[in-house]
């Protein structure tokens, strides 16, 4: 569905994008997570065809963005960030208005509308004015125009930017539910959005893309941690008879051991953790702790942004 091929962007001597490149298949909810400035929104501005790469290449459906912009921008459903909507026109009358823009044929406006107007909850406020409406109404707005046209593909650029809990927690509804006939990508700097909606993390960091993986399998315990009062020495031999166990490493504390522990398959973790718990204790030794680690997206978030400082890369 989407192929972003080694994509850069260069702003003077600031590299804004870094040789990103990844795949979205159809169907796939896909968080672009990184911090303000780490480059988030010019990839997404480069896949819409609103940016112009210093290299690298886009396709969408098998169509190069650059080559052939306006088609592959008819697959693409975007909401901007900063949405310019218009406070004097109805809701009803923006929409007439986006689904122009959008070349949608004047016979069938208004069945769009009233479809983008049902799939966004905004039908009983069509004739409202767009500035009398919360923040969260307008970005309810901003969707609805996305959806105009019934893209494949829908891009949305902090979609809960500005939203108090009640309302974000009525965009992710919203989003899950365009999810279930369209592939989407949700750009955020907001943890909890990508674990709340999203079936794969790509992770964005001064430009480059240094994470791309579903958050299943981040959430995947691969690690067992021990600590005990056996020695290495002796911790060391009832380790090389359990099956299962991929390597490990010891550091020692005041006369405790503590193992980490890398299993081959993370499905075997509660077997293995009760064979060794009793090894250990058949060995004489006490087991102050044993748990498996998991490396949630937290963790990486603060792992992955800790040191070198973010560029400004918007």
Do not use: W
């Not at 983008?116 to 309810?140: C, E, M, P």
């Not at 960091?205 to 020695?231: F, I, N, P, W």
Request: one cysteine or more.
């Amino acid at each position: 569905m989407i192929t972003v091929e080694r994509l850069n962007r260069t702003y003077g001597s600031l590299r804004a994008v870094q040789d990103v490149s990844f795949t979205i298949s159809q169907g796939e909810v896909i968080g672009l997570l990184g911090p303000n400035g780490a480059g988030k929104t010019t990839i997404m501005k480069m896949m819409c065809g609103y940016l112009e790469p210093s290299s690298g290449r886009v396709t969408i459906n098998g169509i190069d963005v650059a080559e052939d912009t306006k088609l592959a921008q008819s697959y693409i459903g975007y909401l901007p960030e900063n949405l310019p909507v218009y406070p004097e026109m109805t809701i009803v009358s923006y929409l007439e208005y986006a689904a122009s823009l959008r070349g949608i044929p004047q016979e069938q406006q208004a069945a769009e509308i009233r479809r983008v107007l049902n799939a966004t909850d905004l039908r009983g406020r069509a004739l409202d004015k767009i500035g009398s409406l919360s923040r969260g109404l307008k970005q309810r707005v901003g969707v609805a125009q996305a959806l105009l046209g019934n893209p494949k593909v829908l891009v949305l650029d902090e979609p809960t930017n500005g939203l108090d809990p009640t309302q974000t927690l009525q965009m992710r509804e919203l989003i899950r539910k365009l999810a279930e006939t369209s592939t989407v990508i949700v750009s955020t700097h907001i943890l909890s959005e990508v674990e709340a909606v999203c079936d794969r993390v790509l992770m964005v960091r001064s430009g480059k893309l240094v994470l791309d993986s579903r958050l299943d399998a981040l959430t995947d315990a691969s690690e067992l941690k021990v600590k005990t009062s056996l020695t290495p020495d002796a911790l060391q031999p009832l380790l090389q008879v359990i099956e299962g166990i991929k390597g490990y490493q010891f550091q020692q504390h005041a006369g405790i051991t503590e193992c980490r522990i890398k299993l081959a398959e993370p499905s075997a973790g509660n077997d293995i953790s009760a064979s060794l718990a009793k090894k250990i204790i058949e060995n004489g030794g006490a087991l102050y702790q044993l748990h498996r680690e998991q490396r949630d997206l937290e963790t990486l978030f603060r792992e992955l942004n800790s040191g070198e400082g973010i560029a400004n890369a918007a």
